[in-house]
Structure formats: C-alpha cells, structure tokens
C-alpha cells in the first residue's frame, strides 16, 4: 500500500470517499478504482498514474516474474531499474578523475565510466564533496544535432545508482544484486550493493560494471 500511497496526489480532499490518500488507497482493488480520486486525470499526474495501473495490473498476473536480460552479455538480472517519479532517468554518483574540473549544478558533462567504453552525456543535478549526482542525457550520437555546452570530465568512477523498480523482485539492504539501468545504452547488467529500499525506489552502491 505505501507505493501506491507515494503516487497518489497527497491533497487529502475526501473527494474519493475517504478522507485521506492513505484510506483511499487501502480500499483500491483495481485500475477502475483509480478513477475515484478526481486529480489523477490530470495531466500533472499523467505518469503516476500510468504507474499505478501498471502496478495493479502486476498484482493480478501470475508470480513468475519475466526475465530480465542483458543484450551484451546474456546476464539475467533481479530487476530493471528507471527513473523516479517525474524524473527522466536513473540517477547516477559519479566521480571524475579529474581533480581541477570545475563542476556545478545544471552543467552539461561528458564522460565516460570506468569499464565502460561508450561516451555518456549527463545533467548535473547535485554537487556535492567532487561527486556529481547526474541524469543520462544521452550518447555521442544522440547529441550531435543538439546545440548545448558541456565539460569534459573524462573517465568517472560510478559509485551509486538510484532509482525505482520497474520489472523484477525487490531485494533486501545489504543484499548485491545483479541490475539492468533501462536507460543504459549497451543494455547491460551492472551489479552492486542495495543500501537503501523505500517502496520500489532503492539505491545501490558499491557498482560494478563487471559481473562474475
């Protein structure tokens, strides 16, 4: 219930019957009961609610869950990870090798990770003791039509990812996982160590871009 209490609206204005977004969302049973909260149509709530039918579609097909696969390697992996809600990718801690960069919050960088041999484009969304919180912008090829400034900030380290489950099982704090980043464009399995799990968003650090 806390995940589909994370993606309702929060107005709390008993328009759906009860009177809060907690009650309502302990008595919804399917996708048409969504319909009771009359803000989810909006457009602002477009992509919850996307989520929210996708997860109640999920509660009521069998507990087999699909394989996820790396394109690269072949690798399975325990889940898929994408974005939060309202933002455009996973998140990604990375650290340059580059000492003397100067790196601030909104600057456009270019790198790539360490045992990784594609270019990554990256917004900076928080600075913070030299590593960078970024979201994937994209690859060379997908930029070259595009008019933007970047830093080159070289090889980077990639220390944590962060994000929401959209396919597979949930794992447990402190359990390493093998991972597939939806937006990573080699489609291929990372591993790491989960430190923290809220719902179906989760963080994982200690990344390893080789899987044994």
């Not at 008993?14 to 809060?20: D, I, L, S, T």
């Not at 919850?48 to 696969?69: F, N, S, Y």
């Not at 990375?94 to 990256?122: E, M, N, Q, W």
Request: charged share 25%.
């Amino acid at each position: 219930m806390a995940d589909i209490v994370e993606l309702l609206p929060g107005y709390n204005c008993g328009k759906c019957g009860y009177p809060q977004c907690r009650d309502f969302a302990s008595h919804i049973k399917d996708a048409t009961d969504l319909m009771n909260c009359p803000y989810l149509t909006h457009q602002r709530f477009h992509e919850q609610l996307k989520i929210l039918r996708q997860m109640l579609q999920d509660e009521k097909e069998p507990t087999e869950l699909p394989v996820i696969q790396g394109v690269i390697d072949g690798l399975a992996a325990e889940f898929a990870l994408g974005p939060l809600v309202g933002e455009k990718s996973c998140r990604e801690d990375v650290h340059s090798f580059d000492s003397t960069l100067d790196i601030k919050k909104g600057d456009v960088i270019r790198y790539r990770p360490l045992g990784c041999p594609i270019t990554h484009f990256a917004e900076v969304i928080e600075m913070s003791h030299g590593i960078a919180t970024v979201h994937i912008i994209g690859p060379r090829q997908r930029m070259e039509d595009r008019d933007f400034s970047y830093k080159d900030a070289g090889i980077c380290m990639i220390l944590a990812f962060e994000g929401r489950i959209m396919r597979g099982n949930v794992p447990k704090v402190g359990q390493t996982v093998r991972f597939l980043p939806e937006h990573c464009m080699m489609q291929k399995i990372h591993s790491g160590v989960v430190v923290g799990v809220e719902g179906k968003n989760i963080r994982i650090e200690i990344i390893d871009l080789k899987v044994w």
